[in-house]
């Protein structure tokens, strides 16, 4: 993969590497890193998380050594963090980091936290008091129940999201009642402008082998403890991250 800035005056470049579990993204990102001089950025919207690192499939501490790493191992599974905390918290490291450097890595496989960075997501209204609401009709009524609420209240939103993600349900819910608005009436498709120019890569390989790779992932998870790290977070089930 050849990378080229052409000029000194041109905008610093944000490189995205996505692509499926065992695709090859880290190695690949870090030798790239490594060749141009420049540093890893994760999008994977759980390895920020210190408490879940085999589970999460993080880069080993050789890997972290090898080229600086940033957002992982940054937060606690009992910090409130969400994709929007993501986009003000990544925005402001980016321009920090692109005033001393030109190149920079944007590495994982959550959609939604890369879409925060390259197009930016929409400053939706948060109201705790009726987050917290819904997390108990949740578990008072059922899954089912809040499928009925979103469908009556935005039938839109209803017909494309994914109907067995709770949270992302209690989310679309949490808008309709502060605004007394469709969550999808307050959806924009308009991109923000970034200080920075970006290229996207979508990484695959043929399935055969990501079958094989991810065979192999689970085996070493297994093996390095991942029952006993599930075991750890038991405790901490109830906590809820966006």
Do not use: W
């Not at 994977?44 to 499939?57: K, L, P, V």
């Not at 890369?114 to 578990?139: F, H």
């Not at 924009?188 to 065979?215: A, P, Y």
Request: hydrophobic share 35%; net charge positive; charged share 25%.
């Amino acid at each position: 993969m050849l990378i080229t800035l052409n000029s000194e005056k041109q905008k610093p470049l944000l490189i995205v590497l996505a692509g499926p579990t065992a695709v090859g993204k880290t190695k690949l990102s870090i030798e790239l890193a490594k060749n141009k001089n420049s540093s890893i950025f994760s999008c994977d919207s759980r390895q920020f998380y210190r408490e879940m690192s085999i589970g999460t499939a993080k880069p080993s501490l050789d890997e972290l050594n090898e080229v600086p790493h940033y957002f992982i191992n940054n937060k606690s599974i009992e910090d409130a963090y969400s994709a929007g905390d993501y986009e003000k918290e990544i925005i402001s490291h980016l321009e920090d980091y692109f005033s001393k450097q030109k190149i920079a890595f944007l590495v994982g496989g959550s959609g939604m936290y890369i879409d925060a960075v390259c197009r930016g997501l929409d400053n939706l209204p948060k109201d705790l008091a009726v987050r917290n609401r819904l997390n108990l009709e949740l578990k008072e009524n059922g899954i089912e129940y809040l499928q009925e609420n979103l469908k009556i209240l935005d039938p839109k939103h209803y017909s494309i999201m994914d109907l067995s993600n709770s949270q992302r349900l209690i989310r679309a819910l949490e808008v309709c009642r502060i605004t007394s608005k469709p969550y999808s009436s307050l959806l924009t498709s308009t991109k923000k402008i970034r200080s920075f120019n970006m290229v996207k890569f979508l990484l695959h390989i043929d399935k055969n082998q990501l079958e094989i790779n991810i065979e192999n992932r689970v085996d070493h998870m297994v093996n390095n403890g991942l029952f006993q790290e599930v075991e750890n977070l038991r405790d901490k089930r109830k906590i809820k991250c966006i």
